[in-house]
């Protein structure tokens, strides 16, 4: 069964087209990526205007006309917190399901960390043991900790880079007193998040998911110990807070010709990386090790679950 999960970000409209079997893991055919930065589309109040809702609604028209070019049986569209917190968010997403003409899943940040969590606990195995998880997208980060399928906490705080690009880092550099601005200000948003998940017991295994964090491991992470196929990369704390002095002091023209960083990721790249270090800090996480599946595969992986599978013949 060939399956279609349309995850509508802050940052990109990413189509993932996989097939499916009864007991087998989703294999990947296609991954097409539209790069958004919807906050960028932001008015004052908090709307999208007009143009973002136009570049929105293209993207998304070209993501269902390749998944029925590919004869997806069943297309999951998803919705995260740009078009989730938008002021005119109900207008956009009826806009949205006009143009798939289905109904959009529009994901509660705690929900958003689930699916994520799980994606993270089936690619580790339980193996794993207690994982705790960091997850940065463009309008928020999301927390998790558990020791089985599901997280036993989870939160979502609005601390995405492209949101905090905007607020606190708008200028190219942004230079080092606007990051420790926005380093004050995380460090506050995250205080609660990060008393709940501290009582929880010591993780066996830290996990980073997301393409900033995989980006900012390009950057200041190390490779691990794997094979084909699992290339792992651990993303060490003080190697990353190491590099944001240096991220601050440069131009963002300059950043993409770094290792890791796209042209999509060079704006925001600055406030993941202070927005990361300070949530690794306040959760005493020394390194993380930096997941490729993440709430796409989450998403798949829960809609297996939901068919009733049969056997041949039965």
Known sequence: MRLGV???????????????????????????????????????????????????????????????????????ATATSAVRDAKNGKHVIAQIEEALGQDLQVLGGETEARYTFLAVRRWFGWSAGQILLFDIG?????????????????????????????????????????????????????????TALGSMPKPDHIVGSSKAIRSLAKLAGTPMPSWPGNERMLLPRDALGSWIPRLAKLPASARQELPGITPDRTFQIVAAAVVLHTAMTMMKAESLTVSPWALREGVLLRYIESLSWSAPGA
Not at 47 to 62: C, F, M, R, W
Not at 151 to 169: D, Q, Y
């Open 138 to 194: 463009g309008g928020s980060l999301e927390l998790a900790a558990g020791a089985d399928e599901l997280p036993e906490a989870a939160a979502s705080v609005p601390l995405g880079a492209g949101r905090m690009t905007i607020k606190f880092l708008p200028d190219d550099p942004p230079g080092e007193e606007a990051v420790e601005r926005l380093r004050e200000h995380a460090t506050e948003v995250l205080r609660p998040a990060a």
């Open 6 to 76: 349309l995850d509508i970000g802050s940052n990109t409209v990413h189509l993932l087209i996989a097939d499916v079997i009864p007991g087998g893991r989703p294999l990947a055919k296609t991954s097409k990526r539209t790069v958004l930065r919807l906050m960028r589309y932001l008015e004052p109040d908090g709307s999208i205007n007009d143009e973002g809702v136009q570049a929105l609604i293209s993207a998304v028209t070209e993501a269902r006309n390749l998944a029925a070019s590919e004869n997806v049986a069943e297309l999951l």
